[in-house]
């Protein structure tokens, strides 16, 4: 009775140290990152579009 949990949401869960590189980082990676981040995009949104939010998103914090 165990339950199966996927690669990249224990990646997520795992790595709380700072922002992670968007180039290799897959989809569903960089869509938790804009929960985190509270970023709002279309659920249909392409990778690059999402990649494109998460950089923009970096970009904007102080001291990153």
Do not use: C, F, H, W
């Not at 922002?19 to 804009?34: F, N, S, V, W, Y």
């Not at 929960?35 to 494109?52: H, I």
């Amino acid at each position: 009775a165990g339950v199966l949990v996927a690669a990249s949401d224990q990646q997520v869960q795992a790595g709380d140290d700072g922002p992670k590189d968007p180039a290799g980082m897959r989809a569903t990676e960089i869509k938790a990152e804009l929960d985190r981040l509270g970023v709002e995009y279309a659920g249909n949104a392409s990778t690059e579009v999402l990649r494109s939010l998460y950089e923009a998103k970096l970009a904007e914090q102080p001291g990153q």
